[in-house]
């Protein structure tokens, strides 16, 4: 059997989104209203969410205030609905480094069409339209290693989900109908089909 060559190329892309779930973050402003924030930098270790945001956005400075969100992940095709909030930001004045692309904006859910919807164990809001939201505290919040991002450990306290993405009778959500958002290098994209299964997953002996 002959193999074919590995021939990689060295390159320098500008940023790194390599196919990661976007978020809308939602978080309490200082006058009490929402802030709501797309992000595609989140992870989850067990019930902790790591997120990473910028260093002078709205989120981060509410964070450091009020340590209370929700992590909402909606669905592929509610791309149009986070790219609405793609150029918004709720800080005032807009930071130097984000004029030339963006512009405040205080009504975030209003701007993107999106329903609040009250939060049982926080103060922020949930995005109604997200099949998945996680009520959420902010554990732990650094800069990272560059300088120019803020780390944030969450912790879950509370799992919300549309009933058409679980498993009836279950507490699993069943990756079969749950299609996130995903954010590939500053594209948006959906899941393809299923490849298989881990042995890890309890689904397998949930069905």
């Given at each position: 059997?002959?193999?074919?060559p ?13 196919g990661?779930p976007?978020?809308l ?13 797309p ?6 270790l ?5 997120l ?7 989120s ?10 929700v992590?909402?992940?909606p ?5 149009q609905?986070?790219?609405r ?9 807009v ?35 997200c ?14 290693a560059?300088?120019d ?6 912790h879950?306290?509370a799992v919300h989900?549309?009933p ?6 279950t ?5 079969a109908?749950?299609?996130?958002l995903?954010?590939?290098f500053r ?7 299923e ?13």
């Amino acid at each position: 059997m002959t193999t074919r060559p590995f021939t990689h190329v060295t390159i320098a892309p500008k940023i790194l989104y390599f196919g990661t779930p976007v978020v809308l973050l939602s978080t309490e402003n200082e006058d009490g209203s929402a802030n709501l924030a797309p992000m595609s930098s989140a992870w989850a270790l067990g019930d902790v969410v790591v997120l990473g945001l910028g260093r002078d956005g709205q989120s981060g400075h509410n964070l450091a205030r009020r340590p209370e969100m929700v992590i909402n992940l909606p669905a592929a095709s509610q791309w149009q609905a986070v790219e609405r909030l793609a150029p918004l930001t709720g800080r005032h004045p807009v930071p130097a480094d984000k004029r030339d692309q963006f512009r405040h904006e205080p009504a975030k859910f209003a701007a993107a069409g999106l329903t609040p919807q009250a939060s049982a164990r926080v103060r922020p809001p949930r995005v109604a339209e997200c099949p998945l939201q996680l009520e959420a505290r902010a554990a732990d919040i650094r800069t990272d290693a560059s300088g120019d991002f803020l780390l944030v450990e969450a912790h879950v306290l509370a799992v919300h989900a549309d009933p058409r993405i679980v498993v009836p009778g279950t507490d699993h959500v069943d990756p079969a109908a749950w299609n996130p958002l995903i954010y590939n290098f500053r594209h948006y994209f959906g899941l393809g089909e299923e490849r298989g299964q881990s042995f890890r997953s309890s689904l397998i002996k949930a069905l």
